[in-house]
């Protein structure tokens, strides 16, 4: 006989009762040969059954995983509040090191370009100061020639008049360079700042969205069009917010 407990053939004991033989082995009674086939039959159901639902949780699982890599490959890195919704949320990451650079070469330039800018006008307003000197040398000698009728000095004065007006024309042209040197740094330094400032406004609109998120913030964001971090920070925000009122 087929015994449903041992799964295997074994000798029956005694005569068939309400529920059939005993078996040889466990001492159980089993079903009869009408009964048992169901029951095979039935097993064989479960059995394809499991099967079919162990089948369907690995494909569920294989396209789970697929769709959390893609999901973090394209994800924005957002500093958010550190919350348990937040790092459910937030998807792994690895940070990198920054790389720094040293300061004094970032705060060399500035200087180095300061000082130059300096000597270049000192440089100009003594070459200008110079030839306005032999200029004016070269008009009294010119003057002292005429009126004093000293005909010696007139090619002296005529020779510092002229050295004196290419002197000063030398002068105001270097002067005009550096004085366009200097205006050019002052236009990039209030360019900084301005890109400064307004990383700075950009920082406290983070901070206030993700202080105090809101739905008007959001659209807010929307309108001036925002950063995708600031937007993403902005719904990380309110999902916050609102895990902390539903505790």
């Avoid at 937030?90 to 650079?101: L, M, N, Q, T, Y």
């Avoid at 330039?109 to 110079?130: H, V």
């Amino acid at each position: 006989m087929w015994c449903r407990h041992c799964q295997q053939e074994t000798p029956a004991l005694g005569p068939p009762g309400a529920n059939g033989p005993r078996c040889g082995r466990c001492q159980r009674t089993s079903p009869s040969a009408s009964e048992s086939q169901p029951t095979a039959a039935t097993d064989d159901a479960d059995d394809d059954g499991d099967e079919a639902r162990r089948s369907i949780y690995r494909t569920l699982r294989s396209a789970h995983a697929t769709i959390s890599a893609g999901e973090a490959a394209r994800t924005f890195r957002v500093d958010v509040a550190h919350t348990p919704l937040a790092e459910a949320l937030a998807p792994p990451h690895h940070h990198a090191a920054p790389v720094k650079r040293p300061a004094s070469v970032v705060r060399s330039t500035p200087t180095i370009s300061a000082a130059y800018s300096t000597r270049g006008q000192l440089t100009a307003w003594l070459i200008t100061s110079l030839g306005a000197g032999c200029l004016g040398l070269g008009m009294g000698l010119g003057a002292w020639s005429l009126v004093g009728g000293r005909s010696e000095l007139w090619n002296p004065a005529v020779a510092a008049a002229l050295g004196g007006q290419g002197l000063l024309i030398i002068g105001l042209l270097q002067l005009l360079s550096s004085l366009w040197n200097a205006a050019r740094q002052a236009a990039g330094k209030l360019s900084q700042m301005h890109d400064e400032l307004r990383r700075m406004r950009r920082t406290a609109e983070e901070s206030a969205s993700r202080n105090h998120p809101s739905a008007a913030s959001f659209y807010a964001d929307i309108a001036r069009d925002a950063s995708p971090e600031m937007l993403v920070g902005n719904l990380r925000g309110q999902l916050d917010h609102l895990a902390s009122r539903l505790r």
